[in-house]
């Protein structure tokens, strides 16, 4: 056991640092504001209109109800003159296919067909063409983008994939960002229910809502005709409380436009999703009990995976670190699932007094999880899913000898 004294001398170099790209957020038309949360609810329960829409009401909440038209009607399902109140409220209505199929295994014709027969009926009833689609499911392709744009669309909502693992009990997932996502591929921060019921977690995807990211929630119905997507009124009147207690906005999709240039598009619209693949490097720690130091750090990932490989650079200033210079030692990429106790094999310390260090990784794809998602994700990503990638270099660490 290491006597706690030896562990100080360690600490991270604070730094300001945006994960926004400067170049970008110098161009983008206006920025999120701070707790900004775009709040959905899928599949058109009635709990929809009688249960969800007047809480929302209560605390004057936007929010987008993506309805399925071809389920409209069915039992425990919303009524088209149902959806039509939702609207004549001021909620947003969006298309959730006519179907629901799992949109990867059908063809451009009748992906197209999904999303034009929900706008026919929208029309028959007297709503009005929405302008965001959810994809059923979460599961998206380049086909169905291509179709969105096609016909008109200005946005579509995904769920958590594939950055982080879908689960049908629910969960957390990533933060929007404009800066960067396509408005195609809108994340869900939280798919919310009584099986993803966490206090604790829902406060900390909402604790993202800042720095130009923006929350947005899944909802099924209040309660579901389904019991693996359902959320109690009791848990529902709970969070709305906590958005207003906590004074976040809250509106709809729609609503975005109002906040964010949903027109803007990254190159290529699954690079964002793909930088996030990898793990990261994170709670560096040293040992400096000795000449000889010992480094240890956390991987930080939102996929079941691990670390195949690292490396670390060891220099006897800030400024050799930041131009990656590792004068005092570079280990070179290290193929290791390892990332405790990795001892300093450099140059002499003897006349160091102080030293900087940090650390990058490579992931370790989790083959048993990629199949476990294969019929929910696109081949593309599946591929993506199963490459290894760098992590950028960790902050820089450093500790001192005296
Ligand atoms: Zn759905």
Redesign the pocket.
């Known amino acids: 056991m290491v006597p706690f004294s030896l562990l100080l001398g360690c600490e991270n170099l604070h730094r300001e640092q945006s994960s926004i790209p400067k170049d970008i957020a110098e161009n983008a038309v206006t920025s999120a504001p701070k707790k900004l949360v775009v709040l959905t609810f ?2 058109g329960n009635i709990s929809d209109l009688t249960t969800a829409a007047p809480i929302l009401k209560g605390h004057g909440f936007g929010a987008t109800f993506y309805i ?1 038209s071809g389920w409209v009607g069915k039992p425990g399902r919303l009524n088209w003159e149902q959806v039509k109140e939702l609207h004549d409220q001021g909620f947003d209505i969006g298309n ?1 296919s006519a179907s ?1 199929p799992n949109m990867l295994h059908i063809s451009e014709d009748d992906i197209r067909e999904q999303i034009i027969s929900f706008d026919e009926a929208c029309a028959e009833h007297g709503i009005p063409k929405a302008t965001s689609f959810a994809y ?2 979460g599961h998206h392709d380049r086909r169905m983008v291509k179709a969105l744009v096609t016909e008109g669309y200005l946005t579509a909502r995904r769920a958590v994939s594939p950055e982080y693992p879908l689960y049908d009990r629910g969960g957390p997932g990533p933060l929007y960002n404009p800066s960067e996502d396509d408005p195609f591929l809108i994340p869900g921060a939280y798919v919310r229910g009584n099986l993803s019921s966490s206090d604790q977690e829902f406060e900390e995807v909402l604790s993202g809502a800042r720095d130009g990211s923006i929350c947005v929630l899944i909802y099924h119905g209040v309660p579901d005709v389904h019991n693996h997507c359902s959320t109690s009124v009791e848990l529902f009147t709970k969070d709305m409380q906590y958005l207003k207690d906590n004074d976040f906005t809250v509106i709809s999709v729609q609503d975005l436009s109002n906040y964010i240039d949903v027109t803007k598009r990254p190159k290529d619209i699954y690079e964002p999703l793909l930088a996030r693949l990898g793990v990261s490097p994170k709670a560096l720690k040293c040992d400096a009990s000795s000449k000889n130091p010992v480094f240890s750090w956390e991987i930080e990932t939102t996929r079941p995976q691990g670390q195949s490989a690292y490396q670390i650079l060891v220099a006897s200033s800030e400024k050799n670190l930041n131009s990656d210079e590792g004068d005092l030692w570079d280990s070179g990429k290290v193929e290791s699932n390892q990332s405790l106790e990795i001892s300093y094999a450099g140059k002499s310390l003897t006349q160091v007094e102080r030293l900087y260090w940090k650390v990058r990784c490579w992931n370790d794809p989790d083959e048993a999880e990629i199949k476990r998602v294969s019929n929910w994700s696109a081949k593309e990503i599946l591929g993506e899913m199963g490459k290894i990638r760098v992590s950028k270099y960790s902050s820089a660490a450093s500790f001192s000898f005296e």
């Open positions: 899928d599949d399925t959730h629901h059923p499911g």
